[in-house]
Antibody, heavy 118, light 107 residues
Framework: QVQLVESGGGVVQPGRSLRLSCVVS????????MHWVRQAPGKGLEWLAI????????EYADTVKGRFTISRDNSENTLFLQMDSLKVEDSAVYYC???????????WGQGTLVTVSS | DIQLTQSPSFLSASVGDRVTITCRAS??????LAWYQQRPGKAPKLLIF???TLQSGVPSRFSGSGSGTEFTLTISSLHSDDFATYYC?????????FGPGTTVDIK
């Protein structure tokens, strides 16, 4: 069955970096575009980024553009989110999700918690 | 960017009630809208895509309608496990914004 498992979250100081990973199974990663979405504690969902099938193209939300980089390694069935210059307001649960062809996100991971605090 | 609003933000309902949630877009998005359900502590679950197409495995008591700028999610008869927060998302353009959510609570 389809599974997405995020990792890499933790506590980090403002201004530092963190890299999240999302290992997928049960489907061929190279056949799907992939997203990152986050949710601050007690808040709603915020779309962050999408990466194309081969990783050559990406789009970002303005709140993370220039600081976060989405990438993928299809041979390792893994999606990444490199987060630089972290801010307190980046504290959230981060989800990876599969795109079902510009119609919605049909499978989601369980999320990984990032806390940015001094 | 396309902004989405949802109404109401919160509603109290009873098992068996019919519930309708509205999502409005700041500009036309055709039928490029998805609905998700999120239970506390869990990842969102896709319910409806293309504004009105039920995702596989989702109970038929859920339905979606609308196009352009106004959309609705209807639960025809509320079940106990439907008490959750519901989000709309536009998938027309980037950024693929979500609505602020509607929490359905037990009356």
């Amino acid at each position: 069955q389809v599974q997405l498992v995020e990792s890499g979250g933790g506590v980090v100081q403002p201004g530092r970096s963190l890299r999240l990973s999302c290992v997928v199974s049960g489907f061929t990663l190279s056949s799907f575009e992939m997203h990152w979405v986050r949710q601050a504690p007690g808040k709603g969902l915020e779309w962050l980024a999408i990466v194309s099938y081969n990783g050559n193209n990406a789009e970002y939300a303005d709140t993370v553009k220039g600081r976060f980089t989405i990438s993928r390694d299809n041979s390792e069935n893994t999606l990444f989110l490199q987060m630089d210059s972290l801010k307190v307001e980046d504290s959230a649960v981060y989800y990876c999700a599969r795109d079902m062809g510009y119609e919605g996100l049909d499978y989601w991971g369980q999320g990984t918690l990032v806390t940015v605090s001094s | 960017d396309i902004q989405l609003t949802q109404s109401p933000s919160f509603l109290s309902a009873s098992v068996g009630d019919r519930v309708t949630i509205t999502c409005r877009a700041s500009q036309g998005i055709s039928s490029d809208l998805a609905w998700y359900q999120q239970r506390p502590g869990k990842a969102p679950k896709l319910l409806i895509f293309g504004a009105s197409t039920l995702q596989s495995g989702v109970p038929s008591r859920f339905s979606g309608s609308g196009s352009g700028t106004e959309f609705t999610l209807t639960i025809s008869s509320l079940h106990s496990d439907d008490f959750a927060t519901y989000y709309c998302q536009q998938v027309k353009t980037y950024p693929m914004t979500f609505g602020p959510g509607t929490t359905v609570d037990i009356k």
